[in-house]
């Protein structure tokens, strides 16, 4: 566990209901924050915020799966516009 561990963690940037994109990595995805969790980053050698996405059907890699993972650094918010696109569930 990190030292400080939960008193001294910062707090998330992102929120479960969050519609969010992958920054400019070769990656388009986008979806709605489900999950989160505080893990160790291996690539950060620390901890770090993780994210639990569900993929929106518009989302390229939502062929082959519904839900991804990705650092805190890895997303950012949909522009508003975008954010408030309902997500049809069970529209595979």
Not at 62 to 89: G, H, K, P, S, Y
């Amino acid at each position: 566990m990190p030292e400080g561990f939960p008193h001294q963690i910062p707090q998330p940037k992102l929120r479960i209901g969050d519609r969010v994109s992958w920054r400019p990595l070769p990656s388009q995805d986008f979806g709605t924050v489900t999950g989160l969790q505080y893990a160790p980053a291996e690539h950060l050698k620390s901890w770090a915020w993780r994210y639990l996405i569900w993929l929106d059907p518009q989302s390229p890699s939502f062929a082959w799966t519904c839900t991804d993972t990705a650092w805190e650094a890895d997303l950012e918010l949909l522009a508003t516009a975008q954010r408030n696109t309902t997500i049809e569930v069970g529209q595979e």
